[in-house]
């Protein structure tokens, strides 16, 4: 319900929005139940990032918390006071530290999410969702991300598994290829293509 509140929202106001991580992958699931999720991700983009921010901050002015706009790859804003309705606008999806890497990326997320291609129905409206073609790099470099700080979680390696799966069901050879090649230049310039193709093991 907050998912598709905040979105609708956010149309209103003429922002194109896109569910990103959690709960948008959760529905790729046999059953969604399978896969847990915490707070609700939306990529607005660097251009409505702000905008996006402040009209959170006004409809929910009675917010528990929220951290400051100016500030990170994005605005979280936590609704109670225990934690259970958090929401996170991201103005990228992340960040990379090498700077030509992090240009490869962006150019990625910009093409395959602005706008989004797929959708999902989130409380009887559609809501966009990235496509599995940026899933299958995205949701690695996320869980990469994980694993070098905090841990990574089986659940990460398991939404990695199913976007590879639907990303090579969906596209055609042609498109393939194409994919394959951009992203082992991006995994090149971030010199993760080992840890790419060990992660691959392991989902085997």
């Known amino acids: 319900h907050l998912t598709a509140e905040v979105i609708q929202l956010l149309m209103q ?66 609704l109670d006071e225990h934690i259970d309705r958090v929401v996170e606008l991201h103005r990228v999806t992340m960040e990379l530290a090498d700077r030509r890497a992090n240009q490869l990326f962006q150019a990625f997320t910009q093409r395959y999410l602005e706008p989004a291609s797929c959708s999902i129905e989130v409380c009887g409206r559609r809501v966009s969702v990235p496509p599995a073609a940026y899933n299958g790099l995205y949701v690695f470099m996320h869980a990469w991300h994980h694993f070098e700080s905090t841990g990574v979680g089986l659940r990460q390696l398991g939404d990695w598994a199913l976007c590879l799966k639907l990303a090579h069901e969906q596209a055609t050879p042609t498109e393939r290829l194409a994919l394959r090649n951009e992203i082992d230049q991006i995994l090149t310039a971030l010199h993760l293509k080992t840890a790419w193709q060990t992660f691959g093991h392991i989902l085997v």
């Open 13 to 78: 106001h003429q922002i194109p929005a896109t569910l990103i991580k959690g709960y948008s992958l959760s529905a790729r699931y046999p059953d969604p139940d399978m896969r847990q999720y915490g707070d609700v991700d939306i990529y607005v983009g660097e251009a409505n990032y702000h905008r996006a921010a402040e009209i959170l901050t006004q409809t929910y002015a009675n917010a528990y918390w929220h951290s400051d706009i100016r500030g990170g790859i994005h605005y979280s804003i936590v």
